[in-house]
């Protein structure tokens, strides 16, 4: 597993020249910062520069083309003619994609940090801005959170599709509707919820509770009102999503000619 690792690891800086990304994820919030005095308080500080549009954009096209490249270029068949089975090269694309994940967040902080310093190097990270349950670094920290389970989800959909209609198109194309389309899905959601109560276990309500996770589990009866859902409820389901989905690609994936 560990060779695999590196091949994918190599072909991700090497086909699609992640390191480049990476620099454009680290600029992003300086540019931001630096340039829009507005940012250089709690809205942009704590949103990490506005960076996680970057993130998620970046994202879902990464995962597109991690999950797809094999077959578009190939490879996958001596990969397969080697000692790797399919699950195997499976389970190496879900661990490239969260450790790109992980690294673009890093990028991300890193560049706001760098922002911080030179335009706001009078924030205080260890203030309450706004929200009682913690200090700007649990802010972030929520933030943070919230974006990698909601991109954790969207992983599993884009993966789900490239493998169903071949296409990393179509697979960026649904992944960038779930996350810039939510206040459309929310208001869908809340006509639906209203229409057909069951629907709260539906993927779509899962995926905006899990959105809010952050904001709302420290406050249950809110959680409970906008969601119809206890926290409890919320993770659980999720997580069962997240089985069936990755478990719907890999069946995919497996089932796939070379």
Sequence with gaps: MLTLMKQEYF????????????????????????????????????NLGQGIIIVNFLGIIMTALIASQEFSYGTIR???????????????????????YVLLFLADFLGTMVAKLFFAPSFDFSRQYGDP??????????TVGETFLQMLFIAGLVLLVVN??????????????????VPVLTALSTFLLGQLPWLKWGPLQIFLGIQ?????????DILYQALGLTLEQLVS??????????????????????
């Design 78 to 100: 001596p990969l397969l003619s080697r000692r790797f089975n399919r699950l195997q090269v499976f389970i190496s694309k879900i661990l490239l994609i969260i450790s790109v």
């Design 212 to 220: 809010n996770i952050g904001r709302l589990g420290p406050q249950p």
């Design 11 to 46: 072909k991700v800086f090497k086909q699609n020249h992640l390191h480049w990304w990476l620099l454009v994820t680290f600029a992003f919030p300086i540019f931001i910062i630096g340039c829009f005095p507005i940012e250089r308080m709690q809205t942009g500080i704590l």
């Design 164 to 181: 169903l209609v071949k296409s990393s198109g179509a697979a960026i194309a649904l992944g960038v509707v779930m996350v810039y389309g």
């Design 133 to 142: 349950n913690g200090n700007g670094w649990v802010v972030i920290y929520r």
């Design 237 to 258: 389901t999720y997580v069962a999503y997240i089985v069936i989905i990755y478990t719907l690609a890999y069946y995919i994936f497996r089932k796939r000619s070379v």
